[in-house]
C-alpha cells in the first residue's frame, strides 16, 4: 500500500506563487508516473502536470511557462513550483502516483486527499 502526503496549499495573491509537494511512502517496488491534478468547483479533475521517472514532463496547455514540476527519485518526492498564479488556478490540486508492487507487475493509481489553492486578492 501506498500514502501519501501532501502539502503546500494556501492563500495567495494573483501573480504570486506556491510550491506545492507530495511524498509517497509505503510498501512499493517503484513509482512510475507522477502528477498533480486538480479540481475547481462544479468542473471536472483535470490534469494539470505529471512527470515520469526518467524525469520527462507533460503539462496542462494552461499552466505552461508558469507551473514546473519536479521530482526527487531516491525520496519518492514530487513537487509543483507555481508562478504568476492567477484566481482561476483555484483548486484542490491533488497528487497522484502511478507504482509497482513488484516487478513486472501491475500498474496501480494511488490519490493524495487533495490540498486547497486559492487564488485572490
Known amino acids: 500500500q501506498v500514502q501519501l502526503v501532501e502539502s503546500g496549499g494556501g492563500l495567495v495573491q494573483p501573480g504570486g506563487s506556491l510550491r506545492l509537494s507530495c511524498a509517497a511512502s509505503g510498501s512499493f517496488f517503484s513509482v512510475n508516473v507522477m502528477g498533480w491534478y486538480r479540481q475547481a468547483p462544479g468542473k471536472q479533475r483535470e490534469l494539470v502536470a505529471t512527470?515520469?521517472?526518467?524525469?520527462?514532463?507533460n503539462y496542462a496547455d494552461s499552466v505552461k511557462d508558469r507551473f514546473t514540476i519536479s521530482r526527487d527519485n531516491a525520496k519518492s518526492t514530487v513537487a509543483l513550483q507555481m508562478n504568476s498564479l492567477k484566481p482561476e488556478d483555484t483548486a484542490v490540486y491533488y497528487c497522484?502516483?502511478?507504482?509497482?508492487?513488484?516487478?513486472?507487475?501491475?500498474?496501480?493509481?494511488?490519490w493524495g486527499g487533495g490540498t486547497q489553492v486559492t487564488v485572490s486578492s
Open positions: 497522484q502516483v502511478q507504482y509497482q508492487r513488484r516487478i513486472f507487475g501491475p500498474v496501480y493509481d494511488y
Open positions: 512527470i515520469t521517472s526518467s524525469g520527462s514532463t
